[in-house]
């Protein structure tokens, strides 16, 4: 059976989900259509045999042909797309943030509250990648013993000119976030942001930051990030365990001897890093939602989870000391 | 557009690629199937709509609805299915080996010298393994100078019961031929074979071996294969050039910490180590052939190639002290 | 010339040091000992050629045939053994801690004072680790940029039923504090000490611990002791910069594939790991003594810093949530 | 007791032993000095107190306050000291070769059989390296099984310019065959030589050179040398067993992050490789010979075999297919 999708917002990240829905995974198909800039959905149409272009999201989610929506439109957008989707029972991808605020977050539940089901995943791409997944099979096997401490690094070579103090929070760290609640399976207690001394190439920022983030069981994340550090794209994570450690390995796949040093490659940018998950994780939900089952990755209540987190993360990294993570009551449909 | 194939022989690899064709890659329908034991042929059927079964691999190439063919079934038949698709001008991927005598490979090349295209691919897969690609990338860049000497290291953990001794040199080692024609990019020239004091788990199987083969230029090319080695199945290779080295790294995704030592997994079988590779053979086959361009992978030339290397390193094996691998003129298709 | 050496106790960690000035290293001598047990000091002389034994710690400063000592007492003997070595001009290596408050030290640094040259030297020998040396000249080289993080590792398999939890301060965490005051070059400025869940081997001790340790300049120290954590005796040591990072590589001499995984050994106690260190610790030493120069490893004041520290360091553990560190005004003998 | 030691020649590599046995090493003195150059000898004498220098090695052997004696001189005279110190009965340490014909490496088999006891240790240094010695014991501990290939990697940056095409045998590959005896425990029974392509930069030299050794028992030994390399000194090896591998790891210190690469340094030279094996090397044989016993290190029997691989490598490159190695029967004395 060929999933039939519907596409909302056809920029960078939207183009690129309609070409791995095309030419990568198996089992979709691109159907209809819509982006705030109209023209741009109609070129991306064009190269789609049989896509339909609507003028808004909400006529894609209501359009029949449709068995599924992906979100990749502009965040403050989220909210309302989602929504629509579940009230009309339909399986709804959306990229990250779930949404902008905790109180859309929580709305985006109560919907799903509504429909009795989960119908929404939002796209943590990192749990989808196979040396995180490794990671977090040798931890669950016991290897290591229960796990004490997570060491997250996070390290990109430079960011963009419109890159501000609280996306090392909302942009970057809330990635470390949900690995973490997902790598560990609990919530997030409290939060220290502590800057150090600012890279030269990004002073204003605040970076990089250092974070000591306590689960409610009490192990501690431990994040580091450096967005500034020029060297490449670098993802690092540590598990300390109570009988050893396990770490996210080097990822270059040739050794060379050259010039005085052996060493292997250092990914570039984050699409060279995470290319493959994003690819996983688009086939995972093809597959668990052709066949009508609910589906199992990052859901809503993950979503709000991160956001409180990026909440609490702005307030210590704005000058509280430690700040609690104060999440509403779990509902059962998450358990 | 949808490739319309038809797989001749239904046996584990060829349930292998119908999983890949249906449910991994784009743009593939199988729909039509057969198998020397016609039942399992039905059985495979039974779980792929509208795909049809015959009683030969004759009439899976004759049907009209097919529009490209892959081969896997028992070698020496192999010759009769891919020279029908040739003459059917239809495209054929072929596992290896292309066929079981070099005399039936050069009637293979000729049937595609009669067509005068090139629409055979066989299927070594390990040129489309991300680690050997990006060695070759590496060392086709220059970043080691010109290569001298390849080491290629191949090593299983056991064989079956009915592996004999010339099948290290036919089954095994044949991979690490066609990947240094491959990487090297030219042809070997002569092959001695070496066998060390056996492993006393094989030890009639003269396990392991070491060859040392010339290339044209006089390269030299360092096997080792050690098929009965235990720790795991280990693929080795290391390209010395004339500053510096560039070899297949380890690939564990894991960094453990345990028990007094830190290190990662091996794999534990060919399947686990080139699995991703065999997904993206097929998907740039598919590509390339529903494009309607000729197959840019591993031609008839090279499986002809690969069975005179094995004819000589078996030669080798059984006394000749150095035997020189002699090849027909290559015809201008490939070149 | 051969430097005469007095050695003050003769425990196990003054024996270690007699037989690494009798055995191993070059241009010294024992000639007296003293111990609290003067049948230990016998018994140790009787293997010393020529070497007295005296019945206190003054009288072998006071032997006119030692031109220097080595303190290798109880902690609350050290002040006494080291002001009376100082204001007899001798030079004097103590080994850690200097003295047990910051007041001893301060007589120590007054001492000094008194004397108008350097004549102590504290026994911190990880500086004199060729790996941590190592990590110093890739530092000081510029290779990574200005320091911004150094990630501190302090990894224990097991500590001693009469290890409590402040040594997790004052003995464990010491090292990483005095060879960060090294490495980076500037003093430390305050200190955050958070526990994680306990390691249910040591529920007790608050261990594993988080510390966050600020310099003068703001470079954010990230030290995490783990004392309990079975898998081997594994110090780590990364400095994050503005454009790179470097950090200790893995020590073990042999890659061993064996059983499904490749990898080397971790050490698996400090005297293995650090053993070569004191070699090099106590060469200099005698070189730099003999030659009549004044010592040029860890001084008093760096004795006295490490005691600041720790001191703040428990004040965090036991309560504070980020402790200052202030150290007296820095004598100009040190600069 | 210290130990009264004669060295003959001070070149460059006998001035290096002064320096070690004067200030590194402990328990030995040097009392006597000889060169052909007696210029040479004084200028080194006037920093040894107390050293005397006499115009022949002769002299230094005989001299009554020389205990043992440390043969640096040229080559073709070694036999002569080697023998005279024998001959009185003092312990010598010849730098390698023993001897540069089997013939005089068979007269100094003979002195020592007269004298009934080994006298003589020859300088195969590498034997004292701690890597290679941590690898032995991981084969010798039996945790790859029984070793059946051992891959021997010696790769120089570049070479002098007087460097001929012997000495890629005589005086590179020659350190390949001593650690291969010692390592595997067993004798080397025949030799191929196969030279690659060669590298650009050292064309008359018929670099790099493969060469596959089979032991007694039938282990191969896999030597390849590749002196123009430029990238770094590197000493590459690794033991196939049964059941596993055992290799000599990287030596960086330090794991650098930098400009899209991790990765440690290669050593530059073989001084920096092989610095400490030489300390540890003189170090041992100085307490063995100062206790009185016979030396443990390489014998003279081994510094025989050595030369006997040597001679025929040597056949071998200049034309010889496979080459027998054949020894004398092995005196008692060495077994």
Redesign the interface.
């Known amino acids: 059976m060929t999933l039939k999708v519907g596409v909302i917002g056809t920029g960078m990240i939207g183009q690129d989900h309609i070409r791995r829905l095309?030419?990568?995974?198996?089992?979709a198909q691109v159907v209809a259509v819509a982006d705030a800039e109209q023209a741009v959905a109609e070129k991306v149409a064009a190269n789609l045999p049989g896509a339909r272009v609507h003028t808004t999201g909400a006529e894609v989610v209501a359009d029949p042909d449709v068995d599924a929506v992906i979100v990749c439109s502009w965040g403050p957008t989220h909210e309302e797309y989602v929504v629509a989707s579940v009230d009309a029972g339909k399986p709804v991808f959306c990229e990250k943030p779930l949404a902008t605020t905790t109180d859309a977050c929580l709305r985006i539940i109560e919907a799903e509250g509504r429909a009795g089901r989960r119908l929404v995943q939002v796209g943590f791409m990192r749990r989808y990648d196979?040396?995180y997944r490794?990671?977090k099979q040798?931890v669950d096997s016991g290897?290591?013993?229960?796990p004490?401490?997570f060491?997250s690094g996070h390290r990109n070579p430079s960011v963009p000119a419109h890159y501000t103090k609280d996306m090392a929070i909302v942009d970057t760290a809330v990635h470390d976030f949900d690995v973490s609640r997902w790598l560990l399976g609990e919530e997030l207690a409290a939060i220290?942001v502590?800057a150090?001394?600012?890279?030269?190439?990004g002073v204003d920022l605040q970076d990089?930051l250092?974070m000591?983030i306590?689960t409610t069981?009490?192990?501690?994340v431990?994040v580091?990030t450096?967005v500034?550090?020029?060297?490449?794209y670098?993802i690092r994570g540590?598990v300390?365990?109570?009988?050893?450690?396990?770490?996210?390995?080097?990822r270059?796949?040739?050794?060379?001897?050259?010039?005085?040093?052996?060493?292997?490659?250092?990914p570039?940018d984050w699409r060279e890093r995470f290319i493959a998950a994003y690819d996983v994780e688009l086939?995972e939900w093809i597959?668990e939602v052709s066949a009508g089952a609910d589906p199992t990755g990052p859901s809503s209540w993950d979503g709000y989870a991160a956001q409180v987190v990026c909440d609490a993360g702005l307030a210590a990294l704005y000058g509280g000391?430690?700040v609690e993570i104060r999440l509403v009551d779990k509902p059962a449909l998450y358990t």
Chains 1, 2, 3, 4 share one sequence.
Do not use: F, M, W
């Open positions: 095309t030419h990568v995974v198996s089992g196979a040396d490794a990671l040798v290897a290591v013993g229960a004490l401490i060491h220290r502590i150090a001394k600012p890279n030269s190439q990089p250092l000591i306590e069981s009490g192990v501690l431990n580091e450096s500034n550090i020029r060297y490449g670098d540590e300390v365990g109570e009988s050893g450690t396990a770490a996210l390995a080097e270059g796949p040739v050794v060379l001897r050259s010039a005085g040093s052996v060493g292997v490659a250092v570039q086939q597959d000391e430690r």
